[in-house]
């Protein structure tokens, strides 16, 4: 599974941006995506994910009713719906997937996932 994300960029707070992670080989609508975030100095954060199979989505705490996890099987692809950004949310968007079937207890580590997409920069200006 060969992973690229887009769509990143600079915002002012309170604004909004999508990411897109488009997904090529394997069966996109049983693969497991997930979104992870690195800020500079810290260490990957997890975002959410989204199970192919049954729809569910999970999101962290730190953006739950903010962010919108959904996708599209017909394109292959995932997106990631950022609104009301902070400075906080400022990090480089990483978009993950994994062929198993984790728990959801496993979806924050990113040892769950087998493919990982480059990375797109989000920046959210104060």
């Known amino acids: 599974v060969q992973l690229q994300a887009s769509g990143g960029g600079l915002v002012q707070t309170g604004g909004s941006l999508r990411l897109s992670c488009a997904a090529s080989?394997?069966?996109?609508?049983?693969?497991?995506m997930g979104w992870f975030r690195q800020a500079p100095g810290k260490e990957r954060e997890y975002v959410g994910a989204?199970?192919?199979?049954?729809?569910?989505?999970y999101y962290a705490s730190s953006v739950r009713g903010r962010f919108t996890i959904s996708r599209d099987n017909g394109k292959n692809t995932v997106y990631l719906q950022m609104n009301r950004l902070e400075p906080e949310d400022t990090a480089v968007y990483y978009c993950?997937?994994?062929?198993?079937?984790?728990?959801?207890?496993?979806?924050?580590?990113?040892?769950?996932?087998?493919?990982w997409g480059q990375g797109t920069q989000v920046t959210v200006s104060s």
């Open positions: 993950a997937a994994t062929v198993s079937r984790p728990i959801a207890g496993v979806l924050p580590d990113p040892d769950t996932y087998d493919y």
């Open positions: 080989g394997g069966t996109f609508g049983s693969i497991v």
């Open positions: 989204s199970r192919g199979n049954t729809g569910m989505k």
